[in-house]
């Protein structure tokens, strides 16, 4: 009985990771890329319309200015000349001043809006990543349910994928393996 050890001086090849390496199916990891960045792109332009639209309103120095519904009275000093002499003068005027809104000052209504943004982004890729994933999860257990029953014995007529979903190569080429080497067909 001889035993057979690996030879210690023959090293066994590396692989290194190329870009190559990680596209292994690029049809489907480059649609899934493409789906996902657009949906990326989306959450982007959102927040960033809303930024613009918060930066074209009317503030001063990250503070936002509301008016004040009620008047204020001011007197402005001035002048008159009464009997050839200059005598102050006090002519009272009624104005709507600016008053700081201690609530609305830019960071916070920046702030509110990113993160209202970013929860409607996360409920957008969650429902992206839901479906997408239903796309991928159903024929992967279609297929393992069929081999299983290949397995047990049992007689499976074809492996069916609904039409969009992924892995529809993958369940053609198990139908023809199934054909072929199952129930003897020949194509």
Not at 14 to 36: P, V
Request: glycine letters at 6%; hydrophobic letters at 40%; aromatic letters at 14%.
């Amino acid at each position: 009985m001889s035993e057979e050890t690996a030879n210690p001086s023959v090293k066994t090849p590396r692989y290194k990771r190329h870009l190559a390496n990680y596209l292994i199916d690029k049809d489907f990891q480059l649609r899934f890329f493409l789906n996902f960045s657009l949906l990326f792109i989306f959450g982007l332009l959102l927040t960033l319309g809303f930024l613009f639209w918060i930066h074209s309103t009317k503030y001063d120095k990250g503070v936002v200015f509301r008016l004040r519904e009620d008047t204020v009275k001011v007197y402005q000093k001035g002048f008159e000349i009464v009997n050839g002499e200059e005598k102050d003068k006090f002519v009272e005027k009624e104005l709507t001043l600016p008053d700081y809104d201690h609530g609305l000052d830019l960071f916070t209504i920046q702030f509110k809006g990113i993160l209202l943004f970013s929860l409607l982004y996360l409920l957008l890729s969650a429902i992206f990543v839901l479906v997408y994933s239903h796309k991928m999860a159903g024929p992967i257990y279609n297929i393992k349910k069929n081999l299983k029953l290949l397995l047990e014995g049992k007689d499976v007529d074809k492996i069916r994928i609904r039409s969009g979903d992924e892995f529809q190569d993958l369940a053609d080429l198990l139908n023809e393996l199934i054909d072929k080497k199952i129930h003897g067909k020949k194509n």
